[in-house]
């Protein structure tokens, strides 16, 4: 079994930053993908940052330049980076792993980022 929790989350002027921090723990097998999705009211999840236990990253445009994701593979924890926040960003966020060689997809509760303008 694996668990994911976050941490990092809550309000914040828009233009500021937060760092969100994600810490996997379980049985886990060290080729996977890392990341962040959100969920904003209304709206389906969406890919926001994605990296490899390879050290390849994915980007959703909108964050481009903005947030920047990294990871600690010896600590199974992955970080975001959020700068510049904006109104289009306050969500909630979720963090992911994902098995990259068996099955296996795995969630974290989500931690609400809100923006305010």
């Known amino acids: 079994q694996v668990q994911l929790v976050e941490s990092g989350g809550g309000l914040v002027q828009a233009g500021g930053s937060l760092r969100l921090s994600c810490a996997a723990s379980?049985?886990?097998?060290?080729?996977?993908?890392m990341g962040w999705y959100r969920q904003a009211p209304g709206k389906q999840r969406e890919l926001v940052a994605t990296i490899t236990s390879g050290g390849i990253y994915n980007y959703a445009d909108s964050v481009k330049g903005r947030f920047t994701i990294s990871r600690d593979n010896a600590k199974n924890t992955v970080t975001l980076q959020m700068n510049s926040l904006n109104s289009e960003d306050t969500a909630v966020y979720y963090c992911?792993?994902?098995?990259?060689?068996?099955?296996?997809?795995?969630w974290g509760q989500g931690t609400q980022v809100t923006v305010s303008s």
């Open positions: 379980g049985s886990i097998f060290s080729i996977n993908t």
């Open positions: 992911n792993l994902r098995f990259l060689a068996v099955r296996g997809n795995y």
